[in-house]
């Protein structure tokens, strides 16, 4: 019991980053709304030095009973001492009402006039509608919303963009730039402006999950962190009115059928397990039935998605009794669904593979001829990987081992490496 009279629990390392991953985008979007977002840079250092500040407390003091409120608080106390330095922003202190009296800093300081979770996570909804504005290009609005809303380092964005960091900066103050006039309030936004920007604020929270999914950062294949924080930001958007719609639960339905295999996909040295090779009995029931929820929610509307199949087809991938046993015809009909509706080169690529367990790798290996790929597909690993295992499978071992170097030539990190080595090590033996 601490001397206000509130319990404290011990708080362990990994307890910490976790919180801070989840509340960071709550805080930064609730002192935006408060200042304005052209002070976004004052504001994540208020934070950032709330979250040093806890980590030098809590491991002596616990962890306090409500931990975002404590941040909120620290963080707008420095914020509010750095307005009070500078004579040029007193006028907004004054304008927005923001400077309290002893008495009222009494009363934040006991909790009470710090926003509730519910208010937080409806202003980090609309610093992500803020920040997808479709006046922005895409790659721009993805490295906003990954700094301010997720709390990124700039060399972190760098790694999973396959970017520069002077690349990341610039598109970061770019777009800081063009939102710094707007108003952090998704009220204010219009009802074009919401639907406008829906699917490009589905679009980042995709990104997000399938960065963690498969990461490219050298030292981590599997970042769960940003699957979770991903999973957070649909769920908040799923419950607001603006995004409570068919394609939001599709695509929570997506994110929880491959959260349900990540158990699954690392051995315990972390390197990756192919996906025919997974224990299902490592398999997450309750998040299989929790996607199938949100699929059965999904389906309430008249809209079909590219989450709405995509979720399709990773139930049925979880559904199957066996790799064997899959029901690769339904899953086929569900790539040629996708590809009218949201066409991409990649899908063909995916279709291959499909049509190798329907029809066999010659058929496959003749669809593949059909197709033109983009020259970043056509010289990724994964169109590589895909030709050298077809190659293989018909006993064009020559043609497959030089596809197969192309393959591991071009994988862009250790862990694609040694699962694509792991991949090819069967047609070798």
Request: aromatic letters at 8%; glycine letters at 4%.
């Amino acid at each position: 019991m601490n001397s206000n009279g509130t319990s404290h629990q011990q708080a362990k390392p990994h307890q910490v980053d976790h919180l801070f991953r989840h509340h960071y985008g709550q805080l930064v979007a609730s002192l935006s709304k408060r200042v304005g977002i052209a002070h976004l840079s004052l504001v994540e250092d208020a934070v950032q030095d709330a979250m040093l500040t806890a980590l030098d407390t809590w491991p002596v003091s616990g962890e306090p009973k409500q931990p975002s409120a404590w941040l909120y608080q620290v963080a707008y106390r420095t914020l509010m001492s750095e307005f009070r330095t500078d004579k040029r922003k007193q006028t907004l202190l004054i304008q927005h009402a923001l400077i309290q009296t002893d008495e009222q800093e009494s009363k934040q300081e006991m909790g009470l006039q710090i926003p509730l979770s519910k208010e937080m996570s409806d202003d980090m909804l609309s610093l992500l509608f803020i920040c997808c504005d479709s006046s922005l290009p895409a790659q721009s609005q993805l490295v906003f919303t990954l700094k301010s809303v997720c709390g990124f380092s700039t060399n972190e964005i760098a790694k999973r963009l396959f970017i520069s960091e002077a690349n990341v900066y610039k598109r970061f103050n770019r777009a800081k730039s063009s939102l710094q006039t707007s108003e952090l309030d998704i009220a204010n936004l219009s009802l074009f402006d919401l639907k406008s920007r829906f699917s490009n604020v589905l679009n980042v929270i995709y990104l997000i999950f399938t960065e963690g999914y498969l990461s490219s950062h050298p030292d981590k294949a599997i970042r769960l962190d940003l699957c979770q924080e991903a999973i957070h930001l649909a769920s908040v958007l799923s419950e607001h009115p603006s995004g409570n719609k068919p394609e939001a639960f599709a695509l929570l339905a997506l994110m929880f059928f491959h959260l349900a295999r990540m158990n699954s996909r690392q051995e315990g040295s972390g390197e990756l397990i192919l996906f025919s090779d997974q224990n299902r009995s490592l398999w997450h029931d309750k998040y299989i039935k929790t996607g199938m929820s949100y699929l059965l929610d999904s389906a309430k509307g008249e809209h079909l998605s590219r989450y709405h199949l995509e979720a399709s087809i990773a139930a049925e991938h979880c559904l199957a009794p066996s790799f064997e046993q899959t029901n690769w015809q339904s899953i086929l009909s569900a790539y040629d669904k996708l590809q009218q509706i949201s066409p991409s080169a990649l899908l063909g690529l995916n279709r291959a593979i499909v049509v190798s367990h329907l029809d066999g790798p010659e058929a496959a290996l003749t669809f593949l001829a059909s197709l033109t790929p983009p020259n970043w597909l056509a010289c990724s690993y994964h169109w590589y990987a895909v030709k050298a295992d077809l190659l293989f499978q018909i006993g064009k071992s020559q043609a497959a081992y030089l596809e197969m170097q192309k393959a591991i030539n071009a994988a862009p990190t250790e862990h694609i490496n040694a699962l694509l080595r792991k991949r090819f090590n069967r047609y070798l033996v």
